[in-house]
C-alpha cells in the first residue's frame, strides 16, 4: 500500500483524483467514466493504469466489459483525502450527478429495446404506414396548450404544432424567416400562429406564460446554450415542460460551415447538466434516432419540468 506521500502525489493531479472519487462510490467501466468526466479514453486509460500500480484501483472482466473499483482494504489515509476532496474539489457535485445519471442508463434497459424496436418500424412494407403519418397523428392528440417554438426556422414544425395547439409563438433570429413563417401563417389561416424576432437566450416571450418549450434542433445554433435553457425555464409556465431535440456529441467540424452550427452537438450529460442547473426537475435524457449513412448523426431527446 502506498504511504502518505505516495497517496498525496497520486492524487494531486486532478483527473486521478475526480476518479478515484468515482471508484469510491460504484464500480465502473471506462466507457461509463468518459461520459460522467467529458474526457478522453486515453486520457482516463493512462490515470487508471496509475492508480492500479498504486493499489487504488483494481479491475474486473464481465464478458466484454472490464470494471474498475476501489481496491479492497486501502488505507485509512485515503478516506481521510477523499473525504476532505468532496468537501473542496469544484467538479465533485457536477461528477455526482453525471455518475447517478450513468448509473440510471445502466439499470434502464427498456430504452434500449425501443430504440431496436423502432429500428424495425418501416423495414417490412406495409401500406400507408410511415414516421410521417404517425407523427401527424401522435401531433393530433396534443392538448390544447400555449407553446414557444425556440429556433423554429421557416416554423415547419411550429405550423403543424399550430394544428392542435392553443397558441404557438415561433422565435427566430431570422427577420427573413420570420417574415417568410409570418406570410405562409397568413396565407394558410393559421390566427394561432404567431412568428416573432428575437433571440432564444432571450426570446421575446412573457415570463411565465407558455406551457412547453421546444428546441428543435436549434440549441446548437445558441451562442450560450446554458443561457438558452435558462431562458426557457423563465417563460415557462410552473409545471411546464421544455424539450431538446438535438445532436449528440459528433467530430463532424464541417457543420459548422455547411450548417453555421456553434456547437458539435451535446452529450446526454452536458444537456442534463444544463437543464438542472436551469432549475429544470424530472431531468430525462435519450437517444432517439442514428442515420444509417455517415456521419451517423444521432438524435438525442432531452425532457425537464418547471
Same mark, same amino acid.
Given at each position: 500500500m502506498p504511504s502518505i506521500i505516495k497517496l498525496l502525489r497520486v492524487l494531486s493531479d486532478p483527473t486521478r483524483?475526480?476518479?478515484? @472519487? @468515482?471508484?469510491?462510490?460504484e464500480e465502473l467501466?471506462?466507457?461509463?467514466?468518459?461520459?460522467?468526466?467529458?474526457?478522453?479514453?486515453?486520457?482516463?486509460?493512462?490515470s487508471l493504469g496509475q492508480l492500479k500500480r498504486e493499489?487504488?484501483?483494481?479491475?474486473?472482466?464481465?464478458?466484454?466489459n472490464i470494471f474498475y473499483s476501489s481496491k479492497a482494504g486501502a488505507p485509512?489515509?485515503?478516506?481521510?483525502?477523499?473525504?476532505?476532496?468532496?468537501?473542496? !474539489?469544484?467538479?465533485?457535485?457536477?461528477?455526482?450527478a453525471a455518475l447517478a445519471l450513468a448509473l440510471k442508463k445502466r439499470k434502464d434497459r427498456a430504452g434500449e429495446y425501443f430504440n431496436r424496436l423502432a429500428?424495425?418500424?418501416?423495414?417490412?412494407?406495409?401500406?400507408?404506414?410511415?414516421?410521417?403519418a404517425l407523427a401527424h397523428a401522435l401531433l393530433r392528440l396534443l392538448p390544447p396548450m400555449v407553446i414557444a417554438d425556440l429556433g423554429?426556422?421557416?416554423?415547419?414544425?411550429?405550423? !403543424?404544432?399550430?394544428?392542435?395547439?392553443?397558441?404557438?409563438i415561433a422565435v427566430d433570429n431570422s427577420e427573413k424567416m420570420v417574415e417568410f413563417g409570418s406570410g405562409i401563417a397568413r396565407e394558410h389561416g393559421f390566427k394561432n400562429l404567431e412568428y416573432r424576432f428575437g433571440e432564444i437566450e432571450d426570446p421575446p416571450i412573457e415570463t411565465a406564460s407558455?406551457? *412547453?418549450? @421546444?428546441?428543435?434542433?436549434? *440549441? $446548437? $445554433?445558441?451562442?450560450?446554450?446554458?443561457?438558452?435553457?435558462?431562458?426557457? $425555464?423563465r417563460i415557462l409556465k410552473p409545471g411546464g415542460r421544455v424539450v431538446i431535440l438535438d445532436l449528440?456529441?459528433?467530430?463532424?467540424?464541417?457543420?459548422?460551415?455547411?450548417?453555421?452550427?456553434?456547437?458539435?452537438?451535446?452529450?446526454e450529460v452536458e444537456l442534463h447538466r444544463l437543464l438542472k442547473k436551469a432549475g429544470f426537475t424530472k431531468v430525462e435524457t435519450t437517444i432517439v434516432s442514428r442515420e444509417p449513412v455517415p456521419p451517423h448523426f444521432q438524435t438525442l431527446l432531452a425532457t425537464g419540468v418547471k
Open positions: 483524483l475526480r476518479l478515484a @472519487l @468515482l471508484l469510491a462510490e467501466t471506462v466507457a461509463e467514466m468518459q461520459e460522467i468526466l467529458g474526457m478522453a479514453q486515453s486520457r482516463i486509460s493512462a493499489g487504488l484501483a483494481s479491475d474486473r472482466r464481465v464478458g466484454k485509512d489515509a485515503l478516506e481521510g483525502l477523499l473525504a476532505a476532496a468532496r468537501e473542496d !474539489l469544484p467538479e465533485f457535485s457536477r461528477d455526482q429500428g424495425r418500424f418501416g423495414k417490412t412494407y406495409v401500406p400507408g404506414r410511415s414516421w410521417q423554429a426556422g421557416e416554423g415547419t414544425l411550429s405550423q !403543424l404544432l399550430a394544428r392542435s395547439a392553443k397558441r404557438v407558455v406551457d *412547453l418549450a @421546444l428546441f428543435s434542433q436549434a *440549441l $446548437h $445554433h445558441a451562442s450560450s446554450p446554458q443561457r438558452a435553457v435558462t431562458a426557457a $425555464h449528440l456529441s459528433h467530430t463532424f467540424d464541417q457543420t459548422r460551415e455547411l450548417y453555421a452550427h456553434v456547437w458539435l452537438g451535446f452529450s
